[in-house]
């Protein structure tokens, strides 16, 4: 059977070098830098326009909660907005809820 086969043999297996390897460390330090240009910079900047829009809420602006419900901010507290949705109905969200402030006038051309 060994005429289809090659017999396999035992080698020694080489040593791995011990020491300190400096192109690993570059290596793991453009990842870092790579990853914190994609995922870590554009997140923390987003983060700083919603605090920033949530923080410039006044009471007539016109705004879109983040589950698309329309309406005009009647009353703001610390934590909390009151929106107007129809003639009648107020209803009370988070602040943080709020996704972004819409041009005056959108609501009466909806």
């Given at each position: ?34 990853f ?38 009647v ?5 909390y ?30």
């Amino acid at each position: 059977m060994s005429f289809f086969i090659a017999s396999a043999h035992a080698q020694d297996a080489a040593a791995p070098a011990a020491g300190f390897d400096p192109i690993q460390l570059v290596f793991m330090l453009g990842l870092f830098v790579v990853f914190y240009f994609i995922a870590i910079r554009p997140q923390r900047k987003r983060q700083k326009e919603h605090t920033s829009m949530m923080n410039e809420l006044a009471k007539g602006d016109e705004v879109m909660t983040t589950g698309g419900m329309l309406g005009k901010v009647v009353s703001l507290d610390e934590g909390y907005v009151v929106l107007k949705v129809s003639d009648n109905v107020e209803l009370k969200f988070q602040k943080a809820s709020v996704h972004a402030v819409l041009p005056k006038g959108t609501l009466k051309k909806i």
